[in-house]
């Protein structure tokens, strides 16, 4: 037995009294103990540990132990051996719907599991050795054997761990807080109690309440971080020896191998697929010459029951014999069937396979002889520096990957140089940009390194950081225009609504503190889901499990603090009145057009249509409207309905800028230099100088970073109308030359491209 693993006895009352005793949640104290004590034992299997752990039931209808007598310790039974946690103990917790008829004496149960603990653990190397008792400490007990008792932990190294009821220190305290409420019995039994506790090195007390905050996710298994130990090298003649241990990584999920379905389950479910081929949906990512497809069947194979898998179901019935449909349950492993893909499937022997690229529309082979030459060999493992660069040069959404802590082997003047490398680095703000690769001819990656320096140590941290194939250049439009300008009174409320909400504590100084995030305490939601509903079906042995069952801790992560909430509350109601929801509705024009084309014809052949004048339909005029689906049209229409020039222009004018200002790229710009160039040719015809004041004001409020939209008019020469055209205007050839030109956009010249940009953005076109 490793010394990492602990051994736990968990005594649980199930007597007559914790039955019946409410607790200040509205539960039984039973339920409560059941509780804390089922998960203690899921969080040992979920997380696979090697601690063993035993249970004692205390108040049983039975007894069970080595040294009970006609007189002594009767009504204990040891219920379960020391052993790795298992499904059966959670299951012998929860049978207990309702307390036994008699009680037990939680003195004699725990002299009983000290001396079960002394026995089971003989031979075997334990890191600690606790005893769990939960119990209401409703039974007279005598306080002759209470030193001797304290001894005998002491001795054995036994530590005492009591969850249930708030022991006090001093009948002052206990008098304010529960007054009355207690037995006189409990409270002399809770003295003892306090005095084993004060006595035993290591022992703790805890409520429900705090024992319940601790226990109630499940964790992850605890795996001993492994040393990557290189030299970092900074040129050619720095070479400092460090060790990198990996901080911040994924965790392994928690995987589920197929089973044969237990003959039990097989007459409620139907498996259409069980003798069929299915598509293995792994087999996409591999490329095959021939263009060959991949599917599986199924077939039985007994593996070995002892074999380490991650899989639950081997944590879940590990040390058990008859625990559900366990023996029913086999592994099976899966088989690969080749074929063609076509209309007629050819079966392809595996041998006859090799693997190939598409590269544009070609299939290119690559046999065996062939992957060495493509393989990129990057050379010995190292983490070489490629140079330094100030903080900001490397900004939050550049991180990826995996995070390292980096320190120094422990020599002297690698210590030296590693701890005056990290306090010039942190003194400058400056990080620097590393090469590393991992094992031999292992794919480098590139990453910063950022000093860190606090009281208890000096480090760097490795984050990796994106190749130009990673980063995905997104292009928004700007958030606040002058359509959604907030105002004063907004940003107010909304500063408001931060400041009520935030998470940032003040300590004595009046400085924020640490955040409520804590990465240590604050687990996945959706792996806890996972976990609970397994659980839940590994006890019950349903078939179906419901998902909408979520925990009250699941619902906790996702919920924040009511207090805070409360808090909030004002803000939130001034923010509902100053932001004001409009309920749009589609226009009645679309709507009246979609109900006829789609409305049934069931009107009767002889009966004639009736037309009724516009005037006598009780209706409101519509104003005028240009939308963005087809705007072009929509002006010409505005026109023909007699609306003055200047304002469908204005009109258009405004759609054209809305579409310019939500492209996203120069595909989006065609649909409103097609307007523009619509406007500018009525306005040629009718008045050019609603045209010229629109294109003048439009060039002005153009952002710079659409300066490529000021481009397309250049090319398509759309800019003010001279006098050539209409002998209505007034601006002169030179003048218009003038008004063309890119860098007056806006007052703000386009950045100028490095040599290289250019010459990739030439081969992106090609």
């Known amino acids: 037995m490793a010394r990492s693993a602990e051994a736990i006895v968990i005594v649980l009352d199930v007597g007559q009294s914790v039955g019946r005793e409410i607790s200040l949640n509205g539960e039984t104290f039973l339920h409560n103990a059941q509780l804390c004590a089922t998960k203690i034992i899921q969080k040992k299997i979920f997380t696979r540990s090697k601690d063993e752990i035993g249970l004692i039931l205390l108040g049983s209808e039975d007894t069970n132990n080595p040294l009970a007598n006609d007189e002594n310790y009767n009504n204990i039974e040891i219920r379960h051996q020391l052993q790795c946690a298992n499904w059966r103990m959670v299951q012998t917790i929860s049978s207990f719907k309702k307390g036994t008829s008699v009680d037990g004496d939680w003195l004699d149960a725990l002299i009983v599991a000290a001396d079960f603990m002394r026995t089971a653990s003989e031979g075997k190397k334990f890191k600690e050795r606790k005893i769990v008792i939960l119990t209401n400490f409703k ?11 304290i001894e005998a932990l002491q001795t054995e190294k036994i ?103 237990p003959s039990k389950l097989k007459t409620m479910s139907t498996l259409s697929s069980q003798d069929s081929v299915s598509q293995d949906p792994d087999a996409k990512s591999a490329e ?87 393989v990129y060999e990057s050379g010995p493992k190292c983490l070489s520096v490629l140079g330094f660069t100030d903080k900001g040069n490397v900004p939050l959404y550049y991180f990826k990957g995996e995070c390292h802590q980096i320190f120094p082997q422990k020599e002297e003047n690698s210590m030296r140089a590693f701890a005056a490398l990290i306090q010039a680095m942190h003194s400058k703000d ?99 889901h996972f976990h609970s509903l397994v659980a839940k079906k590994v006890l019950n042995g349903e078939l179906y499990i419901s998902g909408s069952d979520i925990d009250e801790a699941v619902i906790r992560l996702l919920t924040p603090k009511e207090e805070m909430l409360n808090k909030a509350k004002p ?103 097609k307007c523009l160039l619509l406007m500018r040719k009525k306005c040629v015809d009718s008045d050019p100088t609603v045209y010229n004041d629109k294109i003048t004001i439009f060039k002005k409020d153009l952002p710079a970073e659409k300066v490529g939209f000021w481009q397309l008019i250049v090319n398509e020469e759309a800019g003010l109308i001279t006098t050539s055209e209409s002998h209505l205007s007034t601006i002169h050839i030179e003048e218009a030359q003038k008004f063309l030109q890119v860098n007056d956009v806006n007052d703000v010249m386009l950045p100028t491209q490095d040599v290289d940009e250019d010459i990739d953005d030439l081969i992106n076109q090609m």
């Open 139 to 149: 039974s007279d007990v005598s306080d002759d054997e209470v030193n001797f008792v």
């Open 159 to 261: 530590q005492v761990i009591v969850i249930g009821p708030q022991v006090y220190k001093s009948q002052t305290q206990e008098m304010e807080l529960d007054g009355d409420l207690k037995s006189q019995d409990q409270k002399q039994g809770e003295a003892l109690m306090a005095k084993i506790i004060d006595s035993v090195e290591g022992s703790v007390l805890c409520s429900f309440e705090d024992a319940m905050y601790s226990l109630m996710y499940f964790g992850t298994k605890k795996v001993r971080p492994t040393p990557w130990s290189t030299t970092m090298e900074i040129g050619s003649k720095v070479k400092i020896p460090i060790t990198a241990y990996k901080k911040i990584s994924e965790v392994q999920r928690l995987t589920a191998n197929d089973v044969v379905i």
């Open 288 to 374: 095959l010459v021939n263009a060959v497809s991949q599917n599986e069947t199924v077939s039985q194979v007994d593996l070995d029951p002892d074999a380490k898998s991650p899989e639950l179901i081997n944590a879940a019935l590990e040390d058990e014999d008859d625990f559900g449909d366990s023996k029913n349950l086999e592994y099976v492993a899966k088989d690969r069937i080749y074929t063609t893909i076509g209309d007629e499937a050819t079966p392809v022997d595996i041998n006859e396979l090799i693997e190939g690229y598409m590269f544009g529309e070609t299939l290119v082979p690559v046999t065996e002889d062939d992957k060495p030459e493509l």
């Open 430 to 528: 400056m990080v620097a940009i590393v090469r590393k690769v991992y094992r031999m001819n292992s794919a480098p990656l590139i990453g910063a390194l950022f000093p860190m320096i606090t009281p208890e140590l000096q480090c760097f941290i490795l984050v990796e950081l994106p190749f130009s194939e990673s980063v995905k250049t997104l292009l928004f439009p700007p958030l606040v225009i002058d359509k959604n300008k907030p105002t004063e009174k907004q940003l107010n409320a909304v500063d408001q609504l931060i400041l009520s909400m935030n998470l940032m504590e003040l300590d004595d100084d009046n400085e924020t503190g640490e955040g409520a995030y804590d990465p240590h305490n604050t687990p996945d939601p959706y792996e806890q």
């Open 571 to 673: 803000a939130v109601e001034k923010i509902k009145e100053l932001f004001t929801l409009t309920k749009i509705t589609p226009k009645e024009g679309a709507r009246n057009a979609a109900a006829d084309i789609f409305k049934p014809d069931t009107k009767p052949l002889d009966i004639v249509d009736v037309k009724v004048p516009l005037a006598s339909m009780d209706s409101k005029p519509t104003p005028p409207h240009i939308g963005t689906v087809r705007p072009d049209k929509d002006f010409i229409s505005l026109l023909n309905q007699g609306v003055s020039l200047n304002e469908a222009c204005s009109l258009l004018d405004q759609v054209i800028r809305d579409m310019v200002h939500k492209a996203f790229d120069a595909d989006d710009f065609k649909k409103p230099l």
